[in-house]
């Protein structure tokens, strides 16, 4: 298979550049700096990128069906109305008072329920934990015993959900069940080796393979439903942090990165880390399904 040609699409520079969220009525790219307690909007027409800080970090979001947004932050989670609202709280702050935990990423389902993981970031424990939040507020553990909940994906029609605790190198399958929100049949879909870059945030696409961002492995995969391996795409960066779709077709891969832990030899041998990057693929992706009822 012919690699695409991989272009910069915003050379951000981000410190931690994540949760690249396709809006398909804007024709804009939103995503996050979590280090920089930003929020973006990026507009591939014109290159213009605006931003919202906020007072902690935003792991991750979903659009929500009325417009706005729901933000996953260091504590808990929070509505915006919209660009220019006020937060305001949703649901219980349930990593409160626990200073090595925040939110880290997360996605909607095809029934508008999000789910969203955590992390410990200084990796005193392995409490990180999956939670499914439902319209109403309801917060629901799912699973927990982890270091960096990531990669959170659904495929089309919502029956397999993908996600990684990166650490491990190791990528997680499951049935789902759309009418409950309930998962079975935990599976291993694919362990990646070690040393060779860890599974970050990724993306289902229109069939049914999962795209995958290798941190420190300096490429995004494709993978089949089985877990092979189908596609290999390298990036000028080693530290690609997630996959997702879009354009007018959701045909361009949108690929964000991070400039943090490198050190002074490795941004000048990198000197578009942190960028958002950008490819055409042959099988569109999926559309950002919205967060409530």
Not at 27 to 46: C, E, G, Q
Not at 242 to 263: E, K, N, W
Request: charged residues 20%; negative net charge; glycine residues 12%.
């Amino acid at each position: 298979m012919t690699s695409p040609i991989v272009s910069v699409a915003l050379d951000a520079h981000a410190d931690l550049g994540e949760a690249p969220r396709w809006h398909a009525a804007e024709r804009r790219l939103y995503w996050v700096d979590i280090n920089r307690n930003a929020l973006h909007r990026f507009d591939p027409a014109t290159g213009e990128d605006d931003l919202r800080r906020f007072d902690q970090p935003v792991g991750c979001f979903a659009f929500r069906v009325g417009g706005g947004f729901l933000l996953a932050m260091k504590d808990g989670l929070a509505m915006l109305d919209g660009w220019e609202a006020e937060l305001r709280p949703f649901g219980n702050p349930i990593l409160a008072g626990r200073p090595d935990l925040r939110f880290n990423d997360g996605r909607t389902d095809p029934s508008g329920r999000f789910w969203t993981g955590t992390v410990n970031t200084a990796k005193s424990a392995r409490d990180a934990a999956l939670y499914r939040i439902d319209p109403d507020g309801t917060i629901t553990w799912i699973e927990g015993g982890m270091l960096t909940c990531n990669g959170a994906a659904f495929n089309a029609d919502g029956t397999a959900f993908r996600h990684a605790d990166t650490p491990s190198h190791v990528l997680r399958g499951y049935d789902v069940d759309p009418a409950s929100g309930s998962l079975s049949r935990a599976h291993i879909v694919h362990r990646f080796e070690q040393g060779t870059g860890r599974p970050d945030g990724g993306s289902f696409d229109a069939e049914g393979c999962y795209w995958s961002a290798l941190f420190d492995g300096g490429r995004v995969v494709r993978l089949s439903p089985e877990g092979e391996i189908l596609q290999t795409v390298a990036l000028p960066v080693s530290r690609p942090t997630m996959i997702a779709f879009g354009g007018a077709d959701l045909r361009t891969a949108y690929v964000t990165s991070a400039r943090t832990g490198l050190s002074e030899a490795d941004l000048a041998a990198q000197p578009h880390a942190g960028a958002i990057f950008s490819f055409p693929v042959d099988v569109p992706g999926l559309p950002e399904w919205p967060f409530g009822a």
